[in-house]
């Protein structure tokens, strides 16, 4: 079974998606034949690297709310972060554009480590509070991939993966896709947000025994 997903890094719930996905996929009987595409999606193409501004403030601006309300909606998050195992610190992130991150996620696919950029990049952003377009985060997180260092440098200093990354972002338009994450099964059934295990294993088991997705 194929599933390809659109995430984008600095999305919170794509990373919960992300472990609600493997809760699933831990209770399939057929785990060990489906494969896992990830596919790039930028929530703000034109985002800044804002160094200095903290998520509750940046959250705040942009919807033209209090700080306060910020946090509570930051702190809900990393509640629904923690009930599947992860930690956030919001207080530490890193308000980055992903662009160049995605373009790592690219390069690493060729190696068949998309999956493990992910992973690295949504810790180095939520839990490790690190800049994902530093290009020295970036060198080390594809040198933990598996990637040359020096490799990755030269990719980071040029226009590599560019146009995958485009290509991604095209089909999702094409696809409608409208937020993220979005699954998409056996390219039959999409799955849109961070939806509990048991919506994903059921469908896994529904489109296994070649049931009627309509």
């Known amino acids: 079974m194929k599933i390809d997903i659109w995430s984008d890094v600095r999305c919170p719930f794509c990373y919960i998606g992300k472990r609600k996905l493997e809760k699933a996929l831990a209770q399939f009987e057929h785990k060990d034949s489906v494969v896992i595409e990830w596919h790039s999606f930028e929530l703000d193409p034109h985002a800044e690297t804002l160094i200095g501004v903290d998520a509750y403030d940046y959250l705040a601006e942009r919807y033209d709310r209090g700080r306060e309300w910020s946090v509570e909606t930051h702190n809900r998050v990393a509640e629904s972060a923690a009930q599947v195992g ?31 950029a992910e992973e690295l990049l949504f810790k180095a952003h939520f839990t490790d509070g690190l800049n994902i377009a530093d290009h020295a985060v970036l060198i080390e997180i594809g040198k933990q991939c598996g990637l040359g260092g020096l490799e990755v440098e030269m990719m980071l200093k040029g226009k590599d993966f560019t146009e995958e990354v485009r290509h991604d972002e095209d089909i999702a338009q094409q696809i409608r896709v409208k937020g993220v994450p979005f699954f998409v099964l056996e390219g039959k059934l999409g799955i849109s947000g961070a939806q509990e295990p048991e919506v994903f294993l059921d469908a896994m088991n529904k489109i296994e025994r070649g049931e009627d997705l309509q």
């Open 86 to 116: 992860l930690t956030f610190n919001f207080d530490k992130a890193i308000m980055a554009n992903s662009f160049d991150a995605h373009r790592l996620i690219q390069m690493a696919k060729g190696i068949g480590a998309d999956g493990e």
